[in-house]
């Protein structure tokens, strides 16, 4: 059985500064794990995926993540906050054809 | 490229009554998954179709079935409409089954049942 835990419905940062979404999963398998950007009234866009090759993956604009396994994590950051990063972010795990989804943590960037 | 769309944008219904949404995955996909996104939470997976067969399913009831076409689009039909049903759904395509394989979403469409 495979779940995700994101901690934290809402995070609240100021425009440059540090952004930390926090993911926590759970899987029986080899995990892949995956962190998606939702802006209002559209679909979900993937930012980054882990697939069992680099532990530090980076994405599309200027997001990253770590898998630690020993932690079950799989935390989002970016160093400086832009007023466009303002969205709700999804953590997501897979472990084979079925993909499971945390609540979501939506990101307030203040100016 | 066109990517992934789906149709209607929006729909209204009355309780008891059936909906159809239709997708279309991104050019080269043959992968579809749906999910529904209720409001203020994450996309719950519904199934997913593959070869035109269902390959796995969620937590969801036989009210909502599918159907997935040799052009590789795809349809979700829920039946016996209930007030909860009401969300956002979501299509996504991917060129194969694995789980390691990019999702690629649909803007979705918005289900209102009253």
């Known amino acids: 059985a495979q779940s995700v835990t994101q901690l934290g419905s809402h995070v609240s940062v100021s425009e440059g500064a540090l952004v930390l979404l926090r993911c926590n999963y759970s899987s029986s398998v080899p995990p892949y794990l995956f962190w998606y950007v939702q802006y209002p009234n559209q679909g979900l866009q993937l930012l980054l995926k882990y697939t069992s090759a680099a532990t530090l993956v980076k994405g599309i604009n200027g997001f990253e993540a770590e898998f630690k396994k020993s932690e079950t994590s799989f935390h989002l950051t970016k160093p400086s906050a832009h007023m466009s990063d303002a969205a709700e972010y999804f953590c997501a795990v897979s472990g084979g054809f079925k993909t499971i989804f945390g609540a979501g943590t939506r990101l307030f960037v203040k100016a | ?114």
Do not use: M
């Not at chain 2, 050019?27 to 067969?53: K, M, N, R």
């Open chain 2, 1 to 114: 490229d066109a990517g992934v769309t789906q149709s209607p944008t929006h729909l209204i219904k009355t309780r008891g009554q059936q909906v159809t949404l239709r997708c279309s995955p991104k050019s080269g996909h043959d992968t579809v998954s749906w999910y529904q996104q209720a409001l203020g939470q994450g996309p719950q997976f519904i199934f997913q179709y593959y070869e035109e067969e269902e390959r796995q399913r969620g937590n969801f009831p036989d009210r909502f079935s599918g159907h997935q076409f040799p052009n590789y689009s795809s349809e979700l039909n829920v039946n016996a409409l209930l007030l909860g049903d009401s969300a956002l759904y979501l299509c996504a395509s991917s060129p194969e089954a694995g789980g390691a394989e990019t999702q690629y979403f649909g803007p979705g469409t918005r289900l209102l049942v009253l």
